[in-house]
């Protein structure tokens, strides 16, 4: 999922078992994260996105 969301710009992956995006939406379980996400579609890769920024704000603000 993250190769084809950063070498192909595929708009709607997501790579649910990626721990920064578990963390930053509050999950453990990748399945429950993919469920949550389904409704990103199909603009998941842009949430993902916005799920990393937001951890990297939050570690900039420590």
């Known amino acids: 999922q993250y190769v084809v969301m950063r ?3 595929w708009p ?3 790579p649910a078992t990626d721990r920064g995006v ?3 939406m509050g999950e453990e379980d990748p399945r429950r994260a ?6 990103w579609a199909p603009w998941r890769s ?3 996105m916005h799920l990393w920024q937001m951890l990297e704000d939050r570690r900039m603000e420590e």
Not at 34 to 39: E, G, L, N, V
């Open 7 to 9: 070498a192909l710009a």
């Open 12 to 14: 709607d992956a997501f």
């Open 22 to 24: 578990l963390k930053a």
């Open 34 to 39: 993919r469920t949550r996400a389904t409704a």
């Open 46 to 48: 842009y949430a993902v």
